[in-house]
T-cell receptor, first 114, second 117 residues
Framework: ELKVEQNPLFLSMQEGKNYTIYCNYS?????LYWYRQDPGKSLESLFV?????AVKQEGRLMASLDTKARLSTLHITAAVHDLSATYFC??????????????FGKGTKLSVKP | GAGVSQTPSNKVTEKGKYVELRCDPI?????LYWYRQSLGQGPEFLIY????????DSGLPNDRFFAVRPEGSVSTLKIQRTERGDSAVYLC???????????????FGAGSRLTVL
């Protein structure tokens, strides 16, 4: 059974600082997704990582994937208040298997303070 | 439509009642997913349709939960004899490709918040 673990679960940051969120998963997969959720809203797709070594960047966020370590990171550079949200990683069970659903981590609630 | 539409947005019901939640996916998306999200948790997979058939229903918690997608578009999640523990936000998502076709980016609806009293 695929398990996805994120850490930290809660992160309070000062504006302008850098930090990394980690996502570990338990079985082989080469497809990993990052989503953002604002309070009371639904999930918005941020990044799709489809191979070992994949790196994607959008603004102050950069995501990477190491399939050998079964690890993805979401790096935040010079945080701003607008980045405050909950960030989820999700892993596709379909690699080598019959399912196609995404298994989500518990999320990292990020709060950026002035 | 332009996005994934879910109705109702909020549903309050009494323990033991029957509930239906509807999802209208993005036009042309063949894959449709139902997830459940409790407060402070990540989305929990329930069921996945590829076309009209349920490709994977392993996440349905018990036989009180059932979902259909008779024409390969709109889906209905049905919950019988609701219990207080069923209270959650039920999220629907659709994707163009489904499984094993490269990127499988899910577009989520706004969710249906179910409260069982």
């Amino acid at each position: 059974e695929l398990k996805v673990e994120q850490n930290p679960l809660f992160l309070s940051m000062q504006e302008g600082k850098n930090y990394t969120i980690y996502c570990n998963y338990s079985t082989t997969s080469d497809r990993l997704y990052w989503y953002r959720q604002d309070p009371g809203k639904s999930l918005e797709s941020l990044f799709v990582l489809l191979s070992n070594g994949a790196v994607k960047q959008e603004g102050r966020l950069m995501a990477s994937l190491d399939t050998k370590a079964r690890l993805s990171t979401l790096h935040i550079t010079a945080a701003v208040h607008d980045l405050s949200a909950t960030y989820f990683c999700a892993v596709d069970e379909a690699y080598g298997g019959s399912q196609g659903n995404l298994i989500f981590g518990k999320g990292t609630k990020l709060s950026v303070k002035p | 439509g332009a996005g994934v539409s879910q109705t109702p947005s909020n549903k309050v019901t009494e323990k033991g009642k029957y509930v239906e939640l509807r999802c209208d996916p993005i036009s042309g998306h063949t894959a449709l997913y139902w997830y459940r999200q409790s407060l402070g948790q990540g989305p929990e997979f329930l069921i996945y349709f590829q076309g009209t058939g349920a490709a994977d229903d392993s996440g349905l918690p018990n036989d009180r939960f059932f979902a259909v997608r008779p024409e390969g578009s709109v889906s209905t999640l049905k919950i019988q004899r609701t219990e207080r523990g069923d209270s959650a936000v039920y999220l629907c998502a659709s994707s163009a490709t489904g499984a094993r076709s490269g990127a499988n980016v899910l577009t989520f609806g706004a969710g249906s918040r179910l409260t069982v009293l």
